[in-house]
């Protein structure tokens, strides 16, 4: 009787702690979300945690209504967007104004230096350098008569002003003022150097001369040559000291070409080329300076 008890407490213990066991697995997978769905709360449990946050909020969450601008907030805005329209209007405006090449101020400013003239002549271009900060005798003065054309020193005319200005873009002091940097770096470029070059020795003589007086010459050269080859000033002192009396179009020429092929020791230069004599001349002269 007493051992038959005794088996029933140990299977009914058995059976609760199995039980027990159970129950703790159960809600043990239960918080890991591993069991299956029980019931009509557990599956609207299991379908909240199944959808994503945001779905689960805005399900949750009654929508939220958005604010209705205030009349003020309103016109506000409105102002806002036209004022900054305006100012956008505004600076384009006076950008137009200030930067757009314009024909009758360019012509404006021509006669500031004409007066009733059609033509800028000395003291008009005296005034005119001085305005601008350049001296007469700078290189860019000739690099912008090579621009407008000019045919003769010292002069600028109507068609010529209008012309070389409107190509530069330039109605103003101002303008050209800041067109002077390239205006000198054309000076750099070998093809734009060459015309000038060429330009210049039309450009500074005498239109009834077929050649192009000494000094000038020389004064020419040392504007265009002084700074970049280094034997000009013994060429200058060969000039000076020479019987020549004039340089023609094709000796000027030839000066630029032995400037740039010619070494400084003159070791490449070819008596029997197609120099000029006047270059021969000037080959034999340093020669014989350098033995003495």
Known sequence: MHSDAAAGNFQLNSHLSTLANIHKIYHTLNRLNLTEDVGQDDHQTGSLRSCSSSDCFSKVMPPRKKRRPAAGDDLSAKK??????????DSTRIKTEEEVFSSKRCLEWFYEYAGTDDIVGPEGMEKFCEDIGVEPENVVMLVLAWKLDAQNMGYFTLQEWLKGMTS?????????????????????EPTNFKLIYRY????????DQRSLDINTAKCMLGLLLGKTWPLFPVFHQFL?????KVINKDQW????????????????????????VLLDEFVEWYKGKQMS
Not at 80 to 89: A, E, P
Not at 240 to 244: D, G, I, L, R, V
Request: glycine share 2%; charged share 30%; aromatic share 14%.
């Open 80 to 89: 806002s967007r036209h004022d900054g329209m305006y100012r956008k209007y």
């Open 168 to 188: 530069l873009q330039c109605d103003t002091t101002e303008k050209l003022r800041n067109s002077l940097d390239y205006l000198r770096s054309l000076l750099n």
């Open 200 to 207: 210049a020795f039309d450009f500074a003589r005498e239109k």
């Open 240 to 244: 000076e000291q020479s019987k020549y």
């Open 253 to 276: 020429c030839n000066v630029l070409e032995f400037s740039r092929t010619i070494n400084l020791d003159l070791s490449n230069y070819d008596e029997d080329g197609a120099w000029p």
